[in-house]
């Protein structure tokens, strides 16, 4: 598998981040990887809205320090 496409989203509040993700997954290949790095708590809760309503799966997310990492994988 190749390297995740890396989206910074940290300090950006609802629904920036979401929004930011929506854009960066047309770069990604399909059944490549998006990692977004948040700070925004809602963000859990955001991000599985996001792939139910894509049909993206959610492989990943880690908390650490306050800072939120999701690991996407692109549909397709």
Same mark, same amino acid.
């Given at each position: 598998? &190749? #390297?995740?496409? *890396?989206?910074?989203? &940290?300090? =950006? !509040?609802?629904?920036?981040?979401?929004? !930011?993700?929506? !854009?960066?997954?047309?770069?990604?290949?399909?059944?490549?990887?998006?990692? *977004?790095?948040?700070?925004?708590?809602?963000?859990?809760?955001?991000? #599985?809205?996001?792939?139910?309503?894509?049909?993206?799966? =959610?492989?990943?997310?880690?908390?650490?320090?306050?800072?939120?990492?999701?690991? *996407?994988? !692109?549909?397709?």
């Amino acid at each position: 598998m &190749s #390297e995740p496409v *890396i989206l910074d989203a &940290s300090g =950006l !509040k609802c629904p920036l981040p979401v929004l !930011k993700a929506r !854009k960066a997954m047309r770069d990604v290949p399909a059944g490549g990887v998006l990692r *977004i790095i948040a700070t925004d708590p809602g963000a859990p809760k955001d991000f #599985e809205h996001f792939c139910e309503t894509t049909g993206h799966q =959610l492989l990943a997310l880690r908390e650490e320090a306050g800072t939120l990492t999701f690991d *996407i994988k !692109k549909a397709g």
